[in-house]
């Protein structure tokens, strides 16, 4: 008698089942949804900031989390477990980002770079320049760089929402635009946001990357293993006055871009493995236990199929955009409308200089840098795209969100101040998305209308061609 099962038909709720989780995948790799997430969490923050129950939003963030193990204790409050050390997860989704474009993106040739490289430096100087221009007095010109940022994930959301209309030239330059933009985030933080620094954590953090060196030089590729080696960077960089969220970033940045080599190929591996698995299934005897050796094999060959770059950015997305940026906004965009005094300059001024930065500064820097590069000739507008659509991506640019109130936490210790620039992040991310948004249609519509005119006209020469 067979001890293998035949191969029926699954029972119904099975296929129903695959059906729903098939389609919940997808749909969890969709952009515009976790863009739509992300709002969903900012909006429950400002809620409960907002309601009766708004001690309990501020206490239950700040509550410490003490861990203790014989003598050493150790304990952070819960803002700063999500601020400093899970938001390192979302630096180094950004870190490998950015070390893919720089091998076979669009920062991977200087001449396609150009462009969007001289919008993200426009749209950095310009907002900053803004807000300056406001803020000029000593205690407020730490938040010159909050207005700087874009927020990727509610940028795309917008463009996702506005259809498959948009050239794929728009989505691309929005994508290479903010992806700079995080470059400059990342190099704002270092510089201008970090402490004195304290050498001896630099010690433990070249230590790190020694290792991490070391482990890729000897073939180890399972990205687990990296996790001490990274976390042993965190600590270097937390001692040494830097935000620890950079360690994120070096680790990304030093993931290889190309499978590791092996004796033979991942597919003939992974053949090899699946003929072994079915000798090994149709045996009469078999033990399932054989099984192992083969199977480890083929997770190995599936492994190396992908360069660790793409492979660990596939794994960390829905992690990060479903679980770290949401927590993050959660905890940071709690911003109680009564706590704000306006009546106060500061404050009042703090709030309209991030705003205007945002949605007029940033657009305006945009749009200025890609023309001016056009007109120097350093590069040219892609095929597909034109200056309406640089407009649109400006309007979208000036969603900051999630780095914008990043960068507002390391630049303001007043709590005033830093609900004042929280406030002003908010307000103009929502006017930016909502201009972006109504521009979007209007370039659908037109770009609808351009390629009608274009069809009649083709329609008619063709007849004109008939009739001769």
């Known amino acids: 008698m067979s001890r293998h099962p035949t191969h029926a038909a699954p029972p119904p709720a099975q296929l129903v089942a695959e059906r729903v989780f098939s389609a919940l995948e997808r749909f969890l790799h969709v952009e515009a949804v976790s863009g739509i997430v992300l709002l969903i969490a900012a909006a429950a923050a400002l809620l409960w900031a907002n309601s009766p129950a708004a001690d309990s939003y501020h206490h239950f963030w700040h509550a410490p989390l003490t861990i203790s193990v014989g003598g050493y204790v150790l304990?952070?409050?819960?803002?700063?477990?999500?601020?400093?050390?899970?938001?390192?997860v979302f630096f180094l989704v950004v870190g490998l980002e950015i070390r893919r474009e720089m091998h076979e993106g669009a920062l991977s040739d200087m001449r396609a770079a150009a462009l969007p490289?001289?919008?993200?430096?426009?749209?950095?100087?310009?907002?900053?320049?803004?807000?300056?221009?406001?803020?000029?007095?000593?205690?407020?010109?730490?938040?010159?760089?909050?207005?700087?940022?874009?927020?990727?994930?509610?940028?795309?959301?917008?463009?996702?929402?506005?259809?498959?209309?948009?050239?794929?030239?728009?989505?691309?330059f929005l994508l290479a635009l903010a992806i700079i933009d995080d470059i400059v985030a990342v190099i704002v933080i270092a510089l201008f946001y970090s402490g004195g620094l304290d050498y001896s954590g630099l010690v433990i953090a070249g230590f790190a990357i020694l290792l991490v060196l070391g482990m890729q030089q000897i073939g180890i590729s399972s990205?687990?293993?990296?996790?001490?080696?990274?976390?042993?960077?965190?600590?270097?960089?937390?001692?040494?006055?830097?935000?620890?969220?950079?360690?994120?970033?070096?680790?990304?940045?030093?993931?290889?871009?190309?499978?590791?080599?092996?004796?033979?190929?991942p597919v003939d591996t992974a053949a090899r493995a699946l003929n072994d698995i079915d000798h090994r299934t149709q045996a009469p005897h078999s033990d399932p236990r054989e099984l192992i050796e083969p199977l480890k094999q083929l997770r190995t060959a599936q492994r190396e199929l992908l360069p660790p770059v793409v492979r660990v950015q596939i794994a960390l997305?829905?992690?990060?955009?479903?679980?770290?940026?949401?927590?993050?906004?959660?905890?940071?965009?709690?911003?109680?409308?009564?706590?704000?005094?306006?009546?106060?300059?500061?404050?009042?001024?703090?709030?309209?200089?991030?705003?205007?930065a945002l949605v007029f500064g940033k657009p305006i820097g945009i749009f200025l840098g890609s023309w001016l590069a056009v007109r120097i000739g350093w590069c040219h507008l892609p095929v597909g795209m034109s200056w309406r659509g640089v407009t649109l991506v400006g309007c979208l640019g000036g969603i900051g969100f999630t780095m914008s109130i990043f960068i507002a936490n390391l630049a303001f210790r007043d709590e005033q101040l830093l609900l004042a620039a929280k406030s002003g992040v908010l307000l103009a991310?929502?006017?930016?998305?909502?201009?972006?948004?109504?521009?979007?249609?209007?370039?659908?519509?037109?770009?609808?209308?351009?390629?009608?005119?274009?069809?009649?006209?083709?329609?008619?020469?063709?007849?004109?061609?008939?009739?001769?």
């Open 317 to 356: 997305h829905p992690w990060v955009a479903y679980g770290v940026m949401p927590l993050f906004a959660l905890a940071n965009a709690g911003v109680s409308l009564a706590g704000i005094d306006l009546d106060t300059a500061p404050s009042r001024n703090v709030v309209l200089g991030v705003t205007l």
């Open 117 to 172: 490289l001289a919008a993200a430096l426009g749209g950095v100087v310009v907002p900053a320049l803004v807000y300056l221009a406001m803020n000029s007095a000593p205690g407020l010109r730490a938040g010159w760089a909050i207005p700087t940022a874009t927020d990727i994930a509610f940028a795309v959301g917008v463009l996702a929402l506005l259809g498959r209309s948009i050239p794929s030239a728009v989505r691309v």
């Open 429 to 468: 991310s929502l006017a930016a998305g909502i201009i972006g948004l109504c521009l979007g249609r209007l370039y659908v519509r037109r770009a609808g209308r351009t390629d009608s005119e274009h069809e009649d006209v083709s329609m008619s020469s063709a007849t004109r061609e008939q009739l001769r």
């Open 223 to 265: 990205a687990y293993a990296y996790v001490i080696p990274g976390a042993v960077m965190w600590l270097g960089l937390l001692k040494t006055g830097a935000h620890p969220t950079l360690a994120g970033v070096v680790l990304g940045l030093m993931t290889p871009t190309v499978p590791l080599r092996t004796r033979e190929r």
């Open 75 to 88: 304990s952070q409050p819960l803002h700063f477990i999500i601020n400093d050390a899970l938001m390192t």
